[in-house]
């Protein structure tokens, strides 16, 4: 998924998404759409981020599949550790809600 492997490699940089827009000369509202999936940049904005990042048009869009298992690996982290934040009664109940979601497939 383009948005989250956007947010990683600007976080990895240690950049806003203000910052990353003005280097790539676009809105922050514009970047902040792709990061949460609402907006898809188009082929020019997507060869600039992937310039600017110095990765390939394949990497951004996983079309190889390698990121896969990165991205994975990075929300579980990030899943593990803001469920370490809450309360164990907020732990039980997010763990409930979970297993009360409709399950893909079913």
């Known amino acids: ?9 600007r976080e990895k940089a240690g950049l806003t998404q203000k910052d ?3 280097k790539l000369g676009i ?6 759409g792709y990061e949460n999936g609402a907006r898809e940049p188009d082929l020019d904005t997507l060869k600039r981020i992937a ?11 996983n079309r190889d599949g390698s ?3 990165k991205l994975n690996d990075d ?3 990030k899943l593990n550790e803001e469920f370490a934040k ?3 009664e907020e732990q039980e109940n997010l763990l409930a809600f979970i297993e ?3 399950k893909k497939g079913k």
């Open 27 to 32: 809105a922050r509202t514009t970047y902040s």
């Open 1 to 9: 998924m383009l948005y989250m492997m956007l947010v990683r490699l």
């Open 86 to 88: 809450l309360t164990k």
């Open 20 to 22: 990353l827009a003005t």
């Open 100 to 102: 009360r979601m409709p």
């Open 67 to 69: 990121n896969e298992m």
């Open 51 to 61: 310039d600017f990042f110095e990765v390939s048009l394949d990497y951004l869009l």
């Open 75 to 77: 929300i579980k982290t």
